[in-house]
């Protein structure tokens, strides 16, 4: 148990559809890192947040987008989903940016058909 | 080229034996180094961090690092059948393990 919750733990959307991703850091972490991780390979670095503001992206196109709000809670925004976008979305937390323990929550099943 | 390669295995060990795991990574700016398990249907967990050159021990675990042949490995020792999961390999060019690049990961199989 890390301390670092997402939701919704599964979803199904269809192609061309938008979903917002949502993510608990844990107590006392300001910074909230999102990755994708496809079936078969390991995750995929998409960006992070540290203090409300983007610090640093991964190669994703813009319709990947996100928030971190005053309590360190994050979002992650999917427009004009692809079925290649189908993948466990993983959120993960650290005490602050520069920190080389992340913890990553169960993550968020999505499944676009 | 991946910038992180693993081989993806399956890696199959008796149980009490050694199991190794290899990792290369093509960016030299590296600074640190992560192992994390991965069961099945589960998020990853952080098992070992690297930076210098050398090996790190914890308890059944040892990571080791060269930099100049652009390497990391982890070994596991007396494997037990609840260490059978994937293993990701991760790096990043600074300390923000946040922002790391991870292999596809080699899955173990311990056999009782």
């Known amino acids: 148990e890390t301390g670092v919750t997402q939701s919704p733990t599964h979803l199904i959307k269809t192609r061309g559809q938008q979903v917002t991703l949502r993510c608990s850091s844990q107590s006392g972490h300001n910074t909230v890192s999102w990755y994708q991780q496809a079936l078969g390979q390991g995750p995929q670095f998409i960006f992070q947040y540290y203090r409300e503001e983007e610090n640093g992206r991964g190669n994703f196109p813009p319709r990947f987008s996100g928030l971190q709000f005053p309590n360190y809670s994050s979002e992650l925004n999917v427009n004009a989903l692809e079925l290649d976008d189908s993948a466990l979305y993983l959120c993960?937390?650290?005490?602050?940016?520069?920190?080389?323990?992340?913890?990553f929550g169960e993550g968020s099943w999505l499944t676009v058909v | 080229q991946k910038e992180v390669e693993q081989n993806s295995g399956p890696l199959s060990v008796p149980e009490g034996a050694i199991a190794s795991l290899n990792c290369t990574y093509s960016?030299?700016?590296?600074?640190?180094f992560f192992w994390y398990r991965q069961y099945s249907g589960k998020s990853p967990e952080l098992i070992m961090s690297i930076y210098s050159n050398g090996d790190k021990e914890d308890g059944r675990f040892t990571a080791q690092l060269n930099k100049a042949s652009q390497y990391v490995s982890l070994l596991i020792r007396d494997s037990q059948p609840s260490d059978s999961a994937t293993y990701l390999c991760a790096v990043s060019d600074n300390t923000n393990a946040g922002k790391s690049t991870f292999g596809d990961g080699t899955t173990l199989t311990v056999k009782p």
């Open positions: 960016d030299r700016v590296s600074q640190s």
């Open positions: 993960a937390s650290s005490l602050w940016s520069g920190e080389n323990t992340i913890y």
